[in-house]
């Protein structure tokens, strides 16, 4: 599979996933005005602090606030975020609507992590609530769509308002190399650049576009 296909494929899940997000928010809505009573709606608005939609052992397993509500079965007991959160049977993160919670990586949360930006969007997780991968975007007027290895990044595309570019990167896959860019591609202006890296971070090969037109690299 080349490159081209494997960007179109990617494209093609995240649009499945924004529409699969966007009935499963018009179904809560209609779940929480169905079971809200009357009393608390004036003129016609509804006004909660959140929403715990539970399955039939009575576990919460869909949470909406800002921020979401904390529950007794969820395995994380940190702060909420203005978001909606699903859980699994177990109690883990596995998707997340809104804004960002800081990242679970390998069973824990790192202490004083922080994001380049504010994070809004779609996070995924996997099936022991590390976050795995999403679509955002950022307080620093940055736009992202990537997948991570377990322990780290594994491959992203993004956009950047104040350099005006997008850009595209595939990582190492070897776990003992680290968090190294293996390819980036970057369009700005009338151009772009293509480059490769070796597993110690230096670019080994590079070409430029100019125009539709590839100048000469450097080996």
Not at 106 to 115: A, K, S, T, W, Y
Request: glycine share 12%; net charge negative; proline share 5%.
């Amino acid at each position: 599979m080349n490159l081209e296909e494997r960007m179109s494929r990617l494209e093609r899940r995240c649009n499945r996933l924004m529409i699969a997000c966007t009935l499963l928010v018009a179904l809560l809505l209609a779940l929480g005005f169905l079971h809200i009573d009357a009393e608390r709606t004036t003129d016609g608005i509804l006004h909660v602090h959140g929403l715990v939609v539970e399955d039939a052992q009575g576990r919460g397993r869909i949470l909406l606030g800002a921020p979401f509500p904390d529950v007794p079965n969820r395995m994380r007991h940190d702060a909420g975020t203005m978001a909606m959160l699903f859980l699994d049977e177990q109690g883990h993160d596995r998707l997340t609507i809104g804004q960002a919670l800081p990242p679970q990586i390998q069973g824990r949360v790192p202490e004083n992590f922080h994001r380049i930006g504010e994070a809004v969007g779609v996070f995924l997780h996997n099936t022991v609530g590390d976050e795995r991968g999403g679509m955002s975007w950022l307080s620093n007027g940055r736009g992202a769509i990537s997948f991570d290895y377990p322990d780290r990044d594994a491959i992203g595309m993004y956009v950047d308002d104040k350099s005006r570019s997008a850009t595209f990167v595939l990582e190492y896959a070897d776990e003992a190399i680290g968090d190294v860019s293996f390819f980036e591609m970057t369009a700005k202006g009338q151009g772009g650049r293509f480059s490769l890296f070796d597993p110690k971070g230096q670019t080994k090969t590079q070409w430029t576009v100019d125009r539709g037109i590839v100048l000469p690299g450097r080996p």
